[in-house]
């Protein structure tokens, strides 16, 4: 097992530094190193093929439970749940581009506060973040930066700024609910909580964060987005907003199956419907809606996104199969020492550390049963460890372009449409704003709960 690990590592780790260096589109890079995984580690090292089977993890598509959950079960290897998901909401999103749903919306939003740049980059963080709260964020990155792409080149400002700042306050949104975002699901779900329990403690977190951030992200950028900004606009020569319906019925179905996307996910834990039966739902009404045009619609799935995100989960399964992520979360356990302070500390911050480079998902299963452990053996309240473990893996994961789903999406939707965010550009305001957000949480923890 010793080799099996070593080699884990090494291959994470040249995925990642390949990923960085950004000489080789990711897609490619994930692929290998998951096909590396798969080979060296399960195979050669581990001679295992149940590892290799449960990583692959293809008998989950004939079993109720993919579908149909009435209990939150541990998922291994590649999460083609997330891969459908993500799959039906780019169809839609699709869809909805081709009624000129994002379009109208453009012209909606920039009517309202009359074309000023700066105003429309807050409103859309805040938009960001409320949305995030009810509808899963790769939804809300994958909607909003393609506006924002839209209204960029309307307006003639750069996107980029805009969309770094959107999937910041996604992440942040999506920590305030049960709902919110995977890892929330997990811990809720394992622990009993409900979705007022986040509302009420890491929603509250989140609320205090979101008006930092947005402080944050005016004084980092405003000088880029008021450079770029043409002064004022002629609003009689600026398009309206019922201009951009290409086709009413088009525009009026599309809104149906967004608000129909919106209501199943944020009942689906009362439905049971996971989202890999919502995003096919969502994907096969969109094409029946758009009959005409299925060819058109599947040749803009942004496939290299989700063949990353399968490379991606075979790699982050080397090191879950070998133990590598239980050895982090023992690890809390360990240097602690029962000292509750230290303990939300760590688990706080060495859970954001973790999230910013491997998926939280598995990680977040994986610290389940240790904060379990925690809280029995040393006293310590469960939920404080849950609310702590929640914050960490959710608001994490925002410091890196890897570190969770809507960061990938949003950074790939950017590069589609010519704005390509490079790891120096991503991280040199997204994790100082990260690192803001995390010392704001653990401030919170310590005062309101020991």
């Known amino acids: 097992m010793a080799a099996a690990q070593i080699f884990a590592v090494i291959i994470f780790v040249a995925m990642f530094i390949l990923i960085v260096m950004d000489k080789i589109e990711r897609h490619i890079v994930t692929l290998g190193c998951g096909l590396l995984t798969l080979v060296v580690v399960f195979g050669i090292c581990m001679r295992s093929g149940t590892a290799i089977w449960d990583t692959l993890a293809i008998k989950g598509f004939v079993t109720k439970d993919f579908w149909y959950q009435v209990t939150e079960s541990e998922s291994k290897g590649i999460n083609w749940a997330t891969i459908i998901f993500i799959a039906g909401m780019m169809v839609m999103v699709e869809g909805m581009a081709k009624a000129g749903f994002f379009r109208w919306l453009c012209m909606r939003i920039a009517y309202l506060v009359k074309c000023k740049t700066i105003p429309i980059f807050i409103t859309f ?43 910041f306050c996604a992440n942040l949104g999506g920590s305030a609910t049960m709902c919110g975002d995977p890892p929330n699901i997990i811990v809720g779900t394992s622990l009993g909580l409900s979705f007022f329990d986040f509302l009420t403690n890491t929603g509250l977190i989140a609320g ?41 019925r088009d ?21 049971h419907l996971t989202v890999a039966t919502i995003g096919l739902f969502i994907a096969v009404i969109t094409l029946i809606a758009n009959a005409k045009h299925i060819p058109e619609l599947l040749k803009k799935v942004d496939y290299k996104t989700l063949l990353f995100f399968i490379g991606l989960f075979v790699v982050v399964a080397g090191l879950e199969e070998t133990g590598i992520l239980k050895l982090i979360a023992d690890f809390i ?35 389940v049963p ?61 994790a100082p704003a990260t690192v803001i957000v995390l010392a704001i949480s653990t401030v919170y923890l310590f005062v309101r709960y020991l």
């Not at 992200?217 to 000088?223: I, T």
């Not at 450079?227 to 290409?246: L, R």
């Not at 525009?251 to 439905?271: E, R």
Request: charged share 10%; net charge neutral; glycine share 6%.
């Open 125 to 167: 963080m805040v938009m960001s973040a409320v949305l995030s709260m009810f509808i899963d964020s790769i939804t809300v990155i994958l909607f909003l930066a393609a506006v924002t792409v839209e209204l960029a080149q309307l307006l003639k400002f750069n996107p980029i700024p805009m969309i770094l700042s959107e999937v």
């Open 333 to 367: 356990g360990k240097i602690s020492g029962g000292n509750i302070m230290l303990m939300i500390t760590i688990i706080l911050w060495l859970s954001a550390i973790a999230s910013a480079f491997v998926d939280n998902i598995p990680f977040a299963a994986t610290m």
């Open 208 to 248: 205090i964060c979101l008006v930092v951030s947005v402080v944050f992200f005016y004084f980092a950028f405003r000088k880029e987005l008021v450079t770029e900004e043409s002064g004022s606009v002629d609003m009689s020569k600026f398009p309206k907003p019922s201009e951009a319906i290409t086709n009413k």
């Open 251 to 271: 525009f009026a179905v599309s809104s149906v199956i967004f608000g129909l996307a919106v209501i199943l996910l944020i009942t689906h834990a009362s439905t």
């Open 370 to 430: 240790i904060i379990q452990s925690l809280s029995a053996t040393a006293g310590v309240d469960l939920h404080t460890l849950a609310w702590a473990l929640s914050i960490g893996t959710d608001i994490g994961g925002s410091a890196t372009p890897i570190g969770a789903s809507a960061n990938v999406v949003g950074t790939s939707v950017a590069a589609k449409n010519g704005y390509p965010i490079g790891w120096g550009r991503y991280c040199s305001k997204l």
